[in-house]
C-alpha cells in the first residue's frame, strides 16, 4: 500500500531518465512544459497533457515513459 501523502518539503532532487525506472518519488518537477505518461507505484500510466514549465506534480511515480515524451528536464523529488 502507498505510503499517505507526505506534504512536508522534498529532501532530494534526482534527474529523471525517461524510460529508466526510479524508486518512488514524492512529485515529478517538469523543467520544461509538454506531454508525459507517468508510472505510478499503483502501475497506472495516465498521460499528462500540457503541462506548464516549472510545475510540479504531486504524484508517486516510478518511471517516465519515453514514448510521446514532449515535456523536458523532469526531476523526481523526494
Known amino acids: 500500500m502507498p505510503a499517505p501523502y ?3 518539503p522534498a529532501i532530494q532532487a534526482v534527474a529523471v531518465t525517461p524510460g529508466t525506472p526510479f524508486p518512488a518519488c514524492r512529485a515529478l518537477y517538469i523543467g520544461t ?5 507517468p508510472t505510478l507505484e ?5 498521460t ?3 503541462a506548464q514549465s516549472g510545475s510540479v506534480i ?3 511515480c516510478i518511471n ?5 515524451l514532449t515535456a523536458d ?5 523526494y
Do not use: C, E, K, Q
Open 6 to 8: 507526505d506534504s512536508s
Open 48 to 50: 499528462f497533457m500540457n
Open 33 to 37: 512544459g509538454g506531454n508525459f505518461i
Open 73 to 77: 528536464d523532469i526531476v523526481a523529488l
Open 58 to 60: 504531486p504524484i508517486r
Open 42 to 46: 499503483n502501475g497506472g500510466t495516465p
Open 64 to 68: 517516465v515513459s519515453a514514448s510521446s
